[in-house]
């Protein structure tokens, strides 16, 4: 069975800070992993996704995750937060040989103070 | 091209009620996914459909909820008598649908918030 977990409900740092949202999976397969954003009364836009290849995946916005299959991790980083990075970031599996369903994590709420 | 459109919104019904969430997937999307988020928790994954097939409805609880997405028209998720614990928001995903969808993309509608009194 494939699950996430994403270490931290609400994740605060100061303008300018790096961020660090934390996600380690389980999977019995090789698997593949997402990034979500979703900002206050929008669905959710995906950051970035891991399937194969490249561990370290850059995403838009200035985002970034590596892939650790040691670690069981996918943690997203971004150099120097932003006010506008304010929203609840997801990380998801997808379960691939089943048309395409995510198990996503309970969601971490980053917000920025000035 | 517009995105996922999602409606209504806002629900708001009483115990017993029925409600009925509507998605229309983007444009020349043939897949859509409905997934639900409780409070606190993340998105769950409800059900897949095809266009008048269900794929896959292992999230779907047994009873009072059922989905459909026609031939022609947009997806509904139904909930009939409602109670407070289906109090939440439905989030509706579609995609092209090649079948493999470490391709593809999903595409979020903006959601449903249903809230049961």
């Known amino acids: 069975a494939q699950s996430v977990t994403q270490l931290g409900s609400h994740v605060s740092v100061s303008e300018g800070a790096l961020v660090l949202l934390r996600c380690n999976y389980s999977s019995s397969v090789p698997p593949y992993l997402f990034w979500y954003v979703q900002y206050p009364n929008q669905g959710l836009q995906l950051l970035l996704k891991?399937?194969?290849?490249?561990?370290l995946v850059k995403g838009i916005n200035g985002f970034e995750a590596e892939f650790k299959k040691s670690e069981t991790s996918f943690h997203l980083t971004k150099p120097s937060a932003h006010m506008s990075d304010a929203a609840e970031y997801f990380c998801a599996v997808l379960i691939y040989n089943q048309g395409g369903k995510l198990i996503f994590g309970q969601g971490t709420e980053l917000s920025v103070k000035p | 091209n517009a995105g996922v459109m999602q409606n209504p919104r806002h629900l708001v019904r009483r115990r017993g009620q029925e409600a009925r969430l509507r998605c229309s997937p983007m444009k020349g999307h043939s897949h859509v996914y409905w997934y639900r988020q409780l409070p606190e928790e993340g998105l769950k994954f409800m059900v897949y459909?095809?266009?008048?097939?269900?794929?896959?409805e292992s999230g779907m609880p047994k009873e009072r909820f059922s989905a459909e997405f026609p031939k022609e028209g947009p997806s509904i998720l139904r909930i009939q008598q409602v109670v407070r614990g289906d109090s939440a928001a439905y989030f509706c995903?579609?995609?092209?649908?090649?079948?493999?969808?470490?391709?593809?993309?999903?595409?979020f509608g903006s959601g449903t918030q249903l809230s049961v009194l």
């Open positions: 459909l095809q266009k008048e097939n269900i794929i896959d």
């Open positions: 891991y399937t194969t290849g490249a561990t």
């Open positions: 995903a579609s995609s092209i649908g090649t079948g493999k969808l470490i391709n593809e993309k999903l595409f």
